[in-house]
């Protein structure tokens, strides 16, 4: 598997991309549904939905991240995602 400048590796990374373009189409749908006046049932299975989604991209983004830092060794730069992690919304 090779890796990209960033050290990540490829095929992680596309897994995110394709992920993140069926939430892209996700989204639509729920504008879609939203423009449309759907029933309120179908909007709120789409935005649990597209939630999953994105929890899921996200989840797999930090998976890469962290393995990326302690495979090279990088404290510094795993310091600054437990900064980033442990800030409030």
Not at 13 to 18: E, F, G, R
Not at 32 to 60: M, N, P, R, V, Y
Not at 63 to 89: G, M, P, Y
């Amino acid at each position: 598997m090779t890796n990209t400048p960033g050290g990540y590796k490829m095929r992680p990374m596309k897994d995110i991309q394709n992920r993140l373009k069926r939430l892209e189409g996700q989204i639509r749908g729920l504008q879609k549904l939203l423009e449309t006046s759907q029933d309120c049932e179908k909007i709120i299975t789409q935005f649990q939905a597209a939630q999953g989604a994105f929890d899921t991209c996200f989840a797999t983004m930090l998976h890469e991240n962290l393995q990326t830092c302690l495979r090279t060794k990088e404290s510094e730069k795993l310091e600054k995602i437990l900064k980033v992690l442990a800030q409030k919304r």
